[in-house]
């Protein structure tokens, strides 16, 4: 096994090389500096195989603190760098063997990344979530012509009108929600849409009906946010996180 | 139930469907390779788990 092992945070222009600010530390606390190749360069730190190889990994992925720890470390290393300069995250927990190889990365996919840097240069990335607004829980109405029918008839037509009531509610939310997402790709660059959070992981019981993420030029956000914070549905209740690096948009087109 | 979450917790979910579900993806023989492997199933297993072990307590 290799004694040591390149942890990949992010790429961009070799420029990053100049600017990462010494001190700054990544993952398992190590210091983070620049593999470049000609004018891209990739944003590193070497780590322990004890944590980062391959068998380590799959085991400690499952492990709640070190996941925790580790996204903050990576996420706070592609934050402090884009404050600078834009830069393509890499997805958490991308290792390689040594830096020769991360070179010989940056020249194969060079193309590819100058089109990632360039979609993304002067755009972030803003969160749009989206929960069913918990439904009255009205007793139906007794119509007047429940006299007219036996208890057993009542008691279906009864039924009936709950599950309408309760089908016409939940097309009320996704219709919300559709028109929500509309709206806020109408002042966005792209859109990429995530499944819905677990009720148990998102903090609110409510169901949730949209876990978006919005591309929006810098120049744009003030009216992206006004737009979607003064939106109201009596059906859905939002919020927005943000401003992100553009995490959702940094895929590199096959070549 | 509510589960008492505080805007760390809440900002963890969100960061983690990025860097798990975004993010550029590398594939190669000179990768640690996790190709496979999903990333997102296995750190909701612990995430959830782990909450519900904080339920139970």
Known sequence: ???VL????????????????????GVDG???RVVVDGRVGAVVSTVDPLHFGEDAL??????LTWLAETARAHHAVVDAVSQRHPVAPLRMATVYLDDDNVRALLRRKNTAFTAVLDRIRGRREWGVKAFARGQPDVEPDRGAGDADLGPGAAYLLRKRTARERSARAQQNVEDAAAELHETSSAVAVASHLYPPQDPQLSGRQEHMVLNA?????ETDAAAFLDTVQTWYSP??????????VPYSFATLEES | MTLARNDDDLHLVDLLDRLLAGGVVLTGDVTISLAGVDLVQ?????????????VDE
């Open chain 1, 1 to 3: 096994m290799a004694d």
């Open chain 1, 6 to 25: 390149v942890y990949l945070y992010a790429v961009g222009g070799a420029e990053l090389a100049e600017s990462v600010a010494p001190g700054l530390t």
């Open chain 1, 30 to 32: 190590a210091p983070v």
């Open chain 1, 58 to 63: 799959q085991r400690n992925l499952e492990d």
């Open chain 1, 213 to 217: 993420a919005y591309l929006v030029g």
């Open chain 1, 235 to 244: 059906h859905i209740d939002h919020e927005v996180t943000g401003p992100w």
């Open chain 2, 42 to 54: 296995i750190s909701l297993r612990a995430l959830i788990s782990s909450v519900s072990t904080l």
